[in-house]
């Protein structure tokens, strides 16, 4: 099923992160963080944003910040997501399930 996307005309997501311009599936980037990305345009002005985030806001996941709940920055089904306080989402930080940022850039 898919939701549209607020202040979007003609954009759609569904719950597996799946971002639609009308009928034709858009292909997110990833970043450096392995975080994925997509860009939407509104009177022709490109908005970039963090599908965790896009997913955030589109179904409504209460909390401060958006919680990979298996630690996999590029997996931003509905089902691997949460919203947790800033706190909480730090304490898991620290479990094995994600890659340290000392991992990702040496240090």
Do not use: C, W
């Not at 939701?3 to 979007?8: D, E, M, R």
């Amino acid at each position: 099923m898919k939701k549209p996307i607020p202040n979007f005309p003609d954009y759609y997501i569904t719950s597996q992160a799946e971002v639609y311009h009308g009928n034709k599936k858009l292909s997110p980037s990833t970043k450096p963080t392995g975080y994925k990305q997509i860009t939407l345009y509104k009177n022709k002005k490109p908005f970039t944003i963090e599908l965790h985030s896009l997913m955030k806001k589109v179904f409504n996941l209460k909390g401060q910040v958006v919680d990979h709940k298996n630690g996999n920055r590029s997996n931003n089904s509905l089902t691997n997501l949460r919203g947790q306080s800033y706190s909480q989402n730090n304490k898991n930080k620290h479990g094995s399930k994600y890659k340290h940022n000392r991992d990702l850039y040496g240090g």
